[in-house]
């Protein structure tokens, strides 16, 4: 049996009367890309800071490489590199002076080590260059590089791709699929982007509210949901004829398109139905749910905060 490289269980942390974690367990095996979602203020960085051992849970216990974060944080530490809430950075510094810097503060790194990091995240070219003029894709990866360097076994990545623009997003996928698979790295990331996860993640806990919806592989998750998405000319009469049908459960998305909940076999009988009928299929492909879907299926709340797709009956 493999041992797990993080285990929580039953962990919580309470602010005065308000829980922010609530009897979280997790479990990340090793080779994992484990992905962390909650949408903002869900307890993702409280979690990680407990699982660090930088913050005394409420109760519950932490195991990081099998050891009791509450009695032997430091060989836990040893092999662990992270970055939580975005790193700070000496901005009139270079990348590979603040390196060197941030080496120094946990013991030294060598020189080579700082190097082989600097060109693991492809900085190598601008590492003369000072932080202050790094674009904010550079600085997540300075973090990454800041995070290797001691030459882990695990990494935990505080929102490793928020705020990247397309092609960061890209290109920070890229590492952390490298960082796996020829470095041999266990990698946990949180972030509130479920289509990131999905891409980046073979397993995945949600929470909200500190507490855990579902924690499992992320195809699981996703596959389940049996919806199509269709696009078709006159959405309102397609829905209506549609409707007649007993067996299938539609949803409609806006003025844009239809959700039909079906079989895969049912697909080709739908859309013959609709172009027997005289409409035009432009698209029906199996639905892709946003983050705030999979929330609303998992807790039967409403969309929370953020507003994505307006959906209507
Ligand atoms: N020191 C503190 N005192 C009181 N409440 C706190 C403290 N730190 C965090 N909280 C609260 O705990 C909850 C969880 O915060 P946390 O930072 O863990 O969320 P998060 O999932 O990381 O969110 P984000 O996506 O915005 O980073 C929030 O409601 C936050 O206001
Ligand atoms: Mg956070």
């Known amino acids: 049996m493999t041992q797990a490289v993080l285990q929580t269980e039953q962990l919580s942390k309470k602010y005065r009367r308000r829980v922010v ?26 979690t990680i800071r407990m699982a660090l051992g930088l913050m005394r849970p409420t109760s519950g ?24 809430e975005g790193p700070a950075f ?20 060598e020189r080579q080590r700082i190097e082989m990091v600097l060109e693991i995240v492809g900085l190598r070219e601008r590492a003369r260059d000072p932080v202050r003029v790094y674009s904010h894709g550079m600085r997540q990866r300075l973090g990454i590089a800041q995070a290797l360097l001691p030459n882990p076994e695990f990494i935990i990545l505080d929102e490793p791709t928020d705020g990247l623009d ?29 289509h990131e996860v999905e891409q980046i993640c073979n397993r995945v806990a949600i929470i909200d509210e500190g507490r855990l919806l579902y924690q499992g592989p992320v195809a699981d998750l996703i596959a389940n949901d ?5 696009r078709v000319d006159r959405v309102t ?16 998305n806006g003025d844009q398109s239809i959700y039909v909940k079906m079989d895969e076999e049912e697909v080709p009988l739908v859309n013959a139905l609709l172009v027997q009928n005289g409409f035009r299929v432009m698209e029906l492909s199996p639905r892709r749910e946003s983050l705030e879907r999979v929330f609303m299926r998992l807790t039967g709340k409403h969309e929370p905060k953020s507003k994505q797709e307006t959906t209507q009956k």
């Open 21 to 46: 974690v609530d009897q979280l367990s997790l479990t990340v095996e090793q080779g994992d890309v484990f992905g962390f979602l909650g949408q903002n203020g869900a307890g993702k960085s409280t």
């Open 61 to 84: 216990r932490v195991r990081v490489l099998g050891h009791d974060m509450s009695r032997q944080p430091l060989r836990a530490l040893k092999r662990v590199g992270a970055i939580i």
């Open 90 to 109: 000496y901005e009139n510094f270079s990348g590979r002076q603040n390196l060197r810097m941030l080496a120094a503060m946990s013991g030294g790194a």
């Open 166 to 194: 397309p092609q960061g997003l890209c290109e920070t996928r890229m590492l952390i699929q490298r960082l796996r698979d020829e470095l041999g790295l266990t990698v946990m990331l949180s972030s509130h982007l479920l």
């Open 226 to 230: 049996n919806w199509i998405q269709l």
């Open 237 to 252: 009469e397609a829905y209506d004829l549609l409707s007649r049908n007993p067996r299938l459960s539609l949803d409609r």
